[in-house]
């Protein structure tokens, strides 16, 4: 008997896998719209559940409740490779390589954060939200705002690199870019002033070409 035991192997399932990835961004979609409607602290797992059409429990084991719904969610929202769109950025990113001009590389840089804060930073505002009264919520805010100055200081490091002004460290650039190009700044003048996000691209672009290039 021990023996059978020691022997045994783990079966895996391709098809369970798939449904379980599919029951996945069921649930995590189900989560953002209600989290986008009624906020994280009038969303509860049992809503999502309902609108999922799972059981809560299935999104306890899955997501570890409410607060892995929020982290999913927004994890989704800033890299989904199911995605169309997000797939035509990465090839977007790789064009702007080729570009011979740094200003030209900067605006279509710019281009592509526009296209990312408008998937994110409707996830994002619930996340400020979040973050008021929960202490998970404020330390991912915290992680987040760090990563995004990991992200775009190699961004700016590889597209922009030695154009750079002189005087201007990868760092106080990447913070420069990160401030204009943040979900807050991106939601009070899109969502709470009502400019369009061509209006706001061509307002950081002006900015940012004389702050970083000069």
């Not at 570890?64 to 769109?85: C, H, I, N, W, Y």
């Not at 011979?100 to 998937?119: E, F, K, M, N, V």
């Not at 979900?183 to 070409?209: F, I, K, M």
């Amino acid at each position: 008997m021990a023996g059978d035991v020691k022997g045994r192997r783990r079966y895996h399932s391709p098809l369970r896998a798939e449904q379980a990835g599919t029951t996945r961004r069921r649930v995590l979609a189900a989560a953002r719209e209600l989290f986008l409607a009624r906020g994280y602290a009038g969303t509860t797992v049992a809503a999502v559940a309902q609108a999922a059409g799972v059981s809560p429990d299935t999104i306890y084991v899955a997501l570890g409740g409410k607060q892995g719904l929020l982290e999913g969610v927004l994890s989704l929202a800033r890299f989904d490779p199911e995605d169309p769109a997000q797939r035509d950025q990465a090839h977007r990113r790789d064009e702007i390589g080729a570009l011979a001009d740094p200003h030209q590389r900067l605006r279509r840089l710019i281009g592509l954060s526009c296209q990312t804060l408008a998937r994110i930073s409707p996830v994002h505002a619930v996340l400020r939200g979040a973050a008021d009264g929960h202490p998970f919520a404020a330390e991912l805010y915290a992680r987040m705002l760090e990563l995004r100055l990991q992200l775009q200081a190699g961004n700016l490091q590889t597209y922009l690199g030695s154009s750079l002004q002189p005087g201007l460290t990868l760092e106080q650039a990447a913070e420069h870019y990160s401030a204009l190009l943040s979900p807050e700044l991106y939601h009070l003048l899109t969502v709470e002033r009502g400019w369009t996000t061509r209006r706001y691209a061509s307002w950081v672009t002006a900015l940012l070409d004389r702050d970083l290039l000069g």
